[in-house]
């Protein structure tokens, strides 16, 4: 049986797989524009939930990857934000 941290670790990358995808799903359908609110923000947290869990197995390209999508996703939220001033 796993520990609890072990568990919310789990959680939080199954978390950003999910997100990830969304997001892509999302964008891609037409659901959301690529520079919504909602498309970055899912694509920070699920690649943060990615970069979490992978870096408590270490399993550094994963960890690497989206450590990276995850920086380009903030920056395109700062990005966002400074256009709707």
Not at 58 to 75: E, G, K, M, T, V
């Amino acid at each position: 049986m796993k520990s609890g941290k072990h568990s919310l670790i789990e959680v939080v990358g199954w978390y950003g797989v999910i997100a990830t995808i969304l997001a892509y799903f999302l964008v891609s359908f037409g659901a959301l524009a690529p520079t919504s609110l909602w498309y970055q923000g899912l694509n920070l947290t699920g690649a943060l939930g990615v970069t979490w869990e992978t870096w408590f197995k270490r399993d550094y390209q994963p960890f690497w990857l989206n450590l990276i999508w995850a920086l380009i996703a903030s920056a395109a939220l700062v990005n966002l934000f400074v256009h709707l001033q």
